[in-house]
């Protein structure tokens, strides 16, 4: 039997797709770390790989069609009678009791039965696409709550070492009003600035107190001491390239083309209706009456031949609704394709757009510490005012602050892409989690099997190994 959860498997794509590895200390917790966690701990993972489970039973349901119905019946009566025929009062007590075994199974239904249970497979498949689907949203979340939080935690050092800077600055400024080197304008600058900073801080703070919050809800556990740098997962390198990736595994792709393949046969299910159907049948019964020796079997076999030939206009109705149901899963299957395109190329102008942008903000930053550096300097000499120093400082804050941005938009971007394109999952980032078993179920219950079969027995363990029993 194969078993519901497997280890983690290594295997090699079109697109490799590098694991997330930590820059700093061993004991930092990387983002793979988080993914790993909103994976086991997802309740929407959990409800859907349930709802998949149905959908298995629903092969099974449609199995059941095609196979012997049986049914027992027993049954025990006690009559009492008092007759008055006029020659005197006479009564009578008898006891009667019965038993009976009937059958009926389908001979022939259009092979309507046949194709109910091919459209219940191809429902299964498409449900197996939507709990991928589901797995890329729910990883895709772990990775913005994740970067969020290094956002904020980034945010709020460069807020405190802001207000350490405006700090000195202030106690440079009173030092020199002291010796009449500035003036009460310039130590009120300073003040001001301070004051300013100090706001900042306590935003800074708010914003870690509610990415922390967002980041337990997504990931299902407090965040640990997070490292910054992970690494990022390659792409193609055209956006061509990369919208014919995801129109070959995006989820939602795949999962209506499976609902489509459905609808098909629901349409053949819809016509096979109009046809007759056979069913043989088959009773035995015993009957006695225990006041006495008499008593009966009986055994019945028939055969019977139906069909409906009107239904006020329902039965062609249905063919037509059946048809149109399929028609308006075509119509979706084109938009969400174009929908999946236009992600693609959103997420990799994204990344484009933020790699471009680190990589001028790097020189932004280089050049306004450098700025920062010299007006202090200068301003020390007497060349400088303290606005010169403080709009100074400013400038670097805001670009410090916009390369924090820039890095994070960067892993968002990227990880974005790679869901786009159908890509994101536990398995392929190699994530150390047991990876749930989509067809270890199924496998189980394809067969319809009994409470006491060898299956039944199987599906028991089935069910004791995902804790559903």
């Known amino acids: 039997m194969s078993k519901i959860f497997n280890r983690i498997r290594k295997s090699g794509t079109a697109m490799v797709l590098a694991c997330v590895v930590a820059q700093g200390p061993a004991s930092a917790e990387v983002l793979s770390d988080a993914m790993a966690s909103?994976?086991?701990?997802?309740?929407?993972?959990?409800?859907?790989?349930?709802?998949?489970?149905?959908?298995d039973e629903d092969v099974a349901i449609a199995l059941s069609a095609l196979r012997p119905i049986i049914d027992w019946s027993a049954s025990f009566s006690r009559n009492w009678i008092d007759r008055n025929q006029g020659f005197g009062r006479n009564?009578?007590?008898?006891?009667?009791?019965?038993?009976?075994?009937?059958?009926?199974?389908?001979?022939?239904?259009?092979?309507?039965?046949?194709?109910?249970?091919?459209?219940?497979?191809?429902?299964?498949?498409?449900?197996?696409e939507t709990l991928r689907?589901?797995?890329?949203?729910?990883?895709?979340?772990?990775?913005?709550?994740?970067?969020?939080?290094?956002?904020?935690?980034?945010?709020?050092?460069?807020?405190?070492?802001?207000?350490?800077?405006?700090?000195?600055?202030?106690?440079?400024?009173?030092?020199?009003?002291?010796?009449?080197?500035?003036?009460?304008?310039?130590?009120?600058?300073s003040?001001?600035?301070?004051?300013?900073?100090?706001?900042?801080?306590?935003?800074?703070?708010?914003?870690?107190?509610?990415?922390?919050?967002?980041?337990?809800?997504?990931?299902?556990?407090?965040?640990?001491?997070?490292?910054?740098?992970?690494?990022i997962p390659g792409r193609p390198d055209t956006i061509d390239r990369a919208q014919a990736i995801s129109i070959q595994n995006h989820p939602d792709i795949k999962s209506l083309q499976r609902?489509?393949?459905?609808?098909?046969?629901?349409?053949?299910?819809?016509?096979?209706?109009?046809?007759?159907?056979?069913?043989?049948?088959?009773?035995?019964?015993?009957?006695?009456?225990?006041?006495?020796?008499?008593?009966s079997d009986t055994v019945t076999a028939s055969v019977s031949v139906s069909q409906r030939i009107y239904q006020g206009g329902a039965l062609t109705s249905q063919v037509r609704r059946a048809i149109a149901s399929r028609d308006a899963l075509r119509g979706n299957l084109l938009t969400t394709?174009?929908?999946?395109?236009?992600?693609?190329?959103?997420?990799?102008?994204?990344?484009?757009?933020?790699?471009?942008?680190?990589?001028?903000?790097?020189?932004?930053?280089?050049?306004?510490?450098?700025?920062?550096?010299?007006?202090?300097?200068?301003?020390?000499?007497?060349?400088?005012?303290?606005?010169?120093?403080?709009?100074?400082?400013?400038?670097?804050?805001?670009?410090?602050?916009?390369?924090?941005?820039?890095?994070?938009?960067?892993?968002?971007?990227?990880?974005?892409l790679v869901a786009a394109q159908g890509l994101l999952s536990a398995e392929r980032l190699g994530l150390n989690v047991p990876l749930y078993d989509v067809s270890a179920y199924y496998n189980a219950v394809k067969n319809a099997p009994s409470l006491q079969s060898k299956q039944g027995r199987e599906l028991d363990r089935v069910l004791r190994a995902i804790g559903k029993e």
């Not at 909103?38 to 959908?55: F, H, I, K």
């Not at 629901?266 to 006041?291: W, Y």
């Not at 471009?356 to 550096?373: P, Y």
């Open 38 to 55: 909103a994976y086991v701990n997802s309740g929407l993972l959990e409800q859907n790989r349930a709802l998949l489970r149905a959908a």
């Open 259 to 295: 609902q489509i393949s459905a609808a098909d046969i629901t349409v053949n299910v819809a016509r096979a209706t109009l046809l007759p159907s056979v069913r043989l049948g088959l009773e035995a019964g015993v009957s006695n009456t225990f006041d006495n020796e008499v008593y």
């Open 91 to 128: 009564s009578v007590d008898t006891s009667t009791g019965a038993i009976g075994l009937s059958g009926t199974q389908l001979l022939y239904d259009g092979g309507a039965s046949k194709l109910n249970i091919r459209a219940a497979q191809e429902t299964v498949l498409a449900s197996r």
């Open 337 to 416: 394709q174009r929908a999946v395109e236009q992600e693609v190329a959103a997420a990799f102008v994204a990344l484009e757009v933020a790699r471009a942008t680190i990589s001028s903000t790097e020189e932004r930053v280089r050049a306004a510490q450098v700025a920062f550096d010299g007006i202090r300097e200068e301003a020390r000499l007497g060349s400088r005012t303290t606005l010169d120093v403080l709009t100074a400082e400013q400038e670097l804050l805001d670009a410090q602050a916009a390369l924090i941005s820039a890095q994070a938009d960067r892993y968002v971007a990227a990880y974005r």
């Open 133 to 189: 689907s589901i797995e890329q949203t729910v990883l895709f979340n772990a990775v913005q709550a994740y970067m969020n939080l290094v956002r904020a935690n980034e945010f709020l050092s460069l807020a405190q070492n802001n207000r350490r800077v405006l700090e000195e600055e202030l106690r440079a400024s009173r030092d020199r009003f002291e010796v009449g080197e500035v003036t009460r304008t310039d130590v009120a600058l």
């Open 191 to 231: 003040e001001s600035r301070l004051a300013a900073a100090d706001s900042n801080v306590a935003i800074a703070r708010g914003d870690v107190v509610t990415a922390q919050a967002i980041f337990v809800q997504v990931v299902g556990r407090p965040a640990g001491n997070l490292a910054p740098s992970p690494n």
